[in-house]
């Protein structure tokens, strides 16, 4: 099946640093890839979806300011998220969606955000 | 835009029982309806999913009901083992390459063994 990583799986960082993790398709080329975020107990929030050579759409309520996202290549996304606060600290995971006719997409294994 | 809604929240049974879960849909341009099982600090993985040609989907233990008309799908895991114990999640999307999924709120199973 297709895989996609993340990476890091997790980081510490400290409040006003940015920190950029990294989200690739490793078997398949995604045209698209998606951002969430997961809040402990809550379910995946939608960032913003990633078209590759084009700029990223971002959900009602995301500063797309303060979360950077690239997709360089069908085969790598990376969100940066600028200014980091301990607010920020969650669990990302970014997912991807191969061509037509698929429709189901992939998850990455998430990165741990810490922002002390 | 569209918003899925699931129940239960939480949701515990006995070994060798039957669990389900609900969910509706506001979208009746949805048409491609996933579930994860997501175990703590994990990725969701994709257990079952259904489009809206079928109405009714099995694999093994797991099952998946879509009743369009009334935009609602439901999962039925027969006889829970204590590793089906995690948060469950349904899903809704407009079945396009590139269309992104909207979650609904999440089931946590617990099975007792």
């Known amino acids: 099946g297709a895989v996609v990583s993340q990476h890091p799986s997790w980081v510490i960082c400290k409040s006003g640093t940015s920190v950029k993790i990294e989200c690739r398709s490793l078997d398949f080329q995604a045209t698209t890839m998606f951002w969430y975020r997961q809040f402990p107990k809550q379910s995946l929030m939608l960032m913003a979806t990633s078209n590759e050579g084009s700029k990223a759409t971002y959900e009602q309520g995301v500063e797309k300011d303060k979360f950077l996202i690239n997709h360089a290549s069908l085969t790598l996304s990376t969100l940066t998220v600028t200014s980091a606060h301990p607010e920020d600290s969650s669990f990302y995971i970014c997912?991807?969606?191969?061509?037509?006719?698929?429709?189901?997409?992939?998850f990455g294994p998430g990165t741990r955000l810490t922002v002390t | 835009g569209e918003n899925v809604e699931q129940h239960p929240s939480t949701l515990s049974v006995q070994e060798g029982d039957s669990a389900v879960i609900k969910c509706t849909y506001s979208d009746s341009a949805s048409n491609y309806f996933p579930w994860y099982k997501q175990e703590l600090g994990k990725r969701p993985q994709l257990i079952i999913d259904?489009?809206?040609?079928?109405g009714e989907k099995k694999d093994q233990r797991i099952a998946v009901t879509l009743n369009k008309t009334a935009k609602h799908f439901s999962l039925h895991i027969t006889e829970t083992q204590p590793e089906d114990s995690a948060v469950y999640f349904c899903?809704?999307?407009?079945?396009?390459?590139?269309?992104?999924?909207?979650f609904g709120g999440g089931t946590r199973v617990l099975v007792k063994p």
């Open positions: 997912s991807a969606g191969g061509q037509a006719p698929l429709v189901e997409q992939y």
């Open positions: 899903a809704a999307s407009i079945g396009a390459a590139g269309n992104k999924l909207t």
């Open positions: 259904i489009r809206s040609n079928v």
